[in-house]
């Protein structure tokens, strides 16, 4: 996996001890939309994202994040396998791994493809 280039967090205290514990020393955005969000408004600050930023970490919230991940993840070579068991519990500090081959802005619904699922053990 490329290093993260950039990293979308909510405000919420629990979402910035996750990222401070992730040691990533990337540009931080924080948005109080990605608290009690919908996974459009997650698209949408998304979007907003500088094309400079190759790889983009964003911490959020469940359900929304879960939510997110199999919305977006719907284009051509998605593990299947991934959806599956994000489907069946998406656990505090899981990581969803998508392809994105546009930019940013261009980003929307079905538009990436889900590579991978990691849960920190």
Do not use: Q
Not at 3 to 22: K, M, Y
Not at 47 to 63: K, W, Y
């Amino acid at each position: 996996m490329p290093p993260v280039d950039g990293v979308l967090c909510s405000t919420a205290t629990r979402t910035r001890e996750t990222l401070r514990n992730t040691r990533i020393a990337a540009p931080v955005r924080y948005s109080e939309r990605l608290y009690a969000s919908t996974p459009g408004t997650l698209i949408d600050e998304i979007n907003t994202v500088d094309d400079g930023i190759g790889t983009l970490l964003v911490i959020g919230h469940e359900p929304t994040m879960s939510a997110l991940a199999l919305g977006l993840g719907r284009a051509g070579g998605t593990d299947a396998a991934a959806a599956e068991r994000i489907s069946a519990k998406f656990p505090t500090s899981a990581i969803a791994v998508l392809a994105v081959p546009c930019a940013w802005k261009e980003l929307e619904l079905g538009g990436a493809s889900l590579i991978d699922f990691v849960v920190p053990r």
